[in-house]
Each structure stands twice: as structure tokens, then as C-alpha cells.
């Protein structure tokens, strides 16, 4: 049985994995972090930002899961809001 950081090398041989590895630590990862760090600064649970949205917890987990997976970008209007349950505001920039 392999652990996960055997499987994760042996995944990151194939260079079509690496690639896609290196866009989402470079381009998706800062931005998961900032959300996950703001709501555990807030102290709440995805349950807990998912009432103050008037959600469900699932769709906040799909929300912060999204922006792992690079499938699905949510929209700027659902980040606003999802900002604004935990008393911040997004802020967005070009650089």
C-alpha cells in the first residue's frame, strides 16, 4: 500500500499531472488558503457561513471544494457574498 506522498511522486512523474499540479499551487492554492484562513479566523463552520449566505453546508463545501478542483469557478457575486458572512469583502486585483 502506498502512503500518500509515494503516490503523490509517483503521480507528479507524469508530466500532464506535474503541470496541472504546478498551475493549481501557483494560481488556485492562494486563493483556497485565503478563504479557509478567513473563515477559520471567523471561528465558523461551513454550516454556520452556509446560514448566513441562506445556503446549505454542502453548497459552501462545493464552494471551497471548487476552488481545489479547477472544475468549477464559482462567480464573483457567490464569493461576495460568502466574504460578507464572515464580515469581509473581496477585493479584486490585476497584476
Avoid: F
Wanted: glycine share 4%; proline share 4%; no cysteine.
Amino acid at each position: 500500500m502506498l502512503t500518500h506522498e509515494q503516490l503523490k511522486a509517483q503521480a507528479l512523474k507524469n508530466p500532464a499531472v506535474r503541470a496541472e499540479y504546478e498551475r493549481l499551487q501557483r494560481e488556485e492554492m492562494p486563493m483556497l488558503d485565503a478563504i479557509l484562513k478567513a473563515r477559520h479566523e471567523a471561528g465558523l463552520t461551513q454550516a454556520q457561513v452556509a446560514e448566513r449566505m441562506g445556503t446549505k453546508a454542502p453548497a459552501v463545501a462545493r464552494l471551497e471544494a471548487s476552488l481545489i478542483s479547477g472544475k468549477h469557478s464559482p462567480s464573483l457575486a457567490t464569493l461576495q457574498k460568502y466574504a460578507a458572512a464572515l464580515g469581509k469583502r473581496v477585493q479584486v486585483q490585476l497584476v
